[in-house]
């Protein structure tokens, strides 16, 4: 089955740009969605079809997606944006709806 | 407001069974694909099983393939989860999620999720 590789965490000082990767074979021909989840919370959507917001995502939150990498990335980031956040994609494979490992967000 | 409200979860002794209930409110329930998601303990995302919105089409993961079924009632807005030979691998919260509005197969409701743990 397809796979999403995430790098497991990444840090940030507040006001930066924090930049989390998803890498898949050719993920760049396929929509790629993120999902960020607080602890104790459910996920939330955040961006999907590589680059698109859901209605209340503040623009601070961006994502691209070429060749073997998708990217999301977070403005000026805050301390709220402290999180995991997760890629998916659909492929047509065994497990159509593949998540990836997931990246802990720190703000420092 | 939208809203998805699971239910069912609990502890269940290994090769036990549990069926898990989503109730949705706030939108067309008969109009969108659904999914459950499932996350163990200190874990990522996994996805488990979707059904079409009629419940004509329906996947499930590998880890479940035989073992679990999903339904819906769409004249009771309620998704469901029927869970046979559980295993202790099987222990996560699992969330309901609408096959969204939004994007190719973007999840962008969830429920906040029951907790089962299959131990003895």
């Known amino acids: 089955s397809y796979v999403l590789t995430q790098p497991p965490s990444v840090s940030v000082a507040p006001g930066q740009t924090a930049r989390i990767t998803c890498g898949g074979n050719?993920?760049?021909?396929?929509?790629v969605h993120w999902y960020q989840q607080k602890p104790g919370q459910a996920p939330v959507l955040v961006v999907y079809d590589d680059s698109d917001r859901p209605s209340g995502i503040p623009e601070r939150f961006s994502g691209s997606n070429s060749g073997n990498t998708a990217t999301l990335t977070i403005s000026r980031v805050e301390a709220g944006d402290e999180a995991d956040y997760y890629c998916?994609?659909?492929?047509?494979?065994?497990?159509?709806?593949?998540f990836g490992g997931g990246t802990k967000l720190t703000v420092l | 407001e939208v809203q998805l409200v699971e239910s069912g979860g609990g502890l269940v002794q290994p090769g036990g069974s549990l069926r898990l209930s989503c109730a949705a409110s706030g939108f067309t329930f008969s109009s969108y694909e659904m999914n459950w998601v499932r996350q163990a303990p200190g874990k990522g995302l996994e996805w488990v099983s979707y059904i079409s919105s009629s419940g004509s089409t329906i996947y499930y993961a590998d880890s479940v393939k035989g073992r679990f079924t999903i339904s819906r009632d769409n004249a009771k807005n309620s998704l469901y989860l029927q869970m046979n030979s559980l295993r202790a691998e099987d222990t996560a919260v699992y969330y309901c999620a609408r096959d969204g509005e939004v994007g190719a197969s973007a999840f962008d409701i969830w429920g906040q999720g029951t907790m089962v743990t299959v131990s003895s």
């Open positions: 050719n993920i760049g021909s396929k929509s």
């Open positions: 998916q994609v659909w492929d047509s494979s065994s497990d159509p709806w593949v």
